[in-house]
C-alpha cells in the first residue's frame, strides 16, 4: 500500500513539473513576438520651451521628473547643461531647494527628498 501511495505521489509531482515546464515555454515564446501596439498621446500639443524665454522677460522654472527605469549619475546634470546650451541660457539660480516628499496615507514613510 505504501509503495503504491508512493508511486502515485511521484507521479503526480513528475506531471506537476512537465506542466509548469510548458506554460513557462509558452510564455517565453509568446514574449519573443514583435509588439505592435501604438503609442497613444492625449491632450494638447506643447510647442516647446523657447518661446517661453523669448516673448517675456520673466522667469521660466522647469521641473524635470523622470520615473522609469535607471539612470547613470549626473544624468540630470548632463540633462540641464545641454538644455541650458540649446536654449542659450547662461543664467543659474543661485538657489538650491530641496523639496521633501510625503505621503499622507503614511506620513511614517520616508519618501527622500527632491533636490
Known amino acids: ?20 515546464e510548458g506554460v513557462t515555454t509558452a510564455i517565453l515564446k509568446k514574449q519573443e513576438k514583435e509588439d505592435l501596439r501604438e503609442c497613444r498621446i492625449d ?3 506643447f510647442g516647446g520651451l523657447q518661446a517661453n ?10 521641473l524635470m521628473v523622470h520615473g522609469v527605469g535607471t539612470h547613470i549619475p549626473s544624468y540630470s546634470t548632463q540633462f540641464q547643461e545641454k538644455l541650458s546650451e540649446e536654449l542659450g541660457l547662461d543664467e543659474m539660480s ?16 520616508d519618501l527622500e527628498c527632491l533636490e
Open 53 to 62: 524665454f523669448t516673448e517675456s522677460n520673466h522667469s521660466v522654472k522647469l
Open 94 to 109: 543661485s538657489h538650491y531647494k530641496e523639496i521633501q516628499l510625503v505621503n499622507r496615507e503614511y506620513p511614517e514613510q
Open 43 to 45: 491632450g494638447k500639443s
Open 1 to 20: 500500500m505504501k509503495n503504491l501511495l508512493l508511486l502515485s505521489m511521484i507521479l503526480i509531482i513528475s506531471g506537476c513539473a512537465s506542466f509548469g
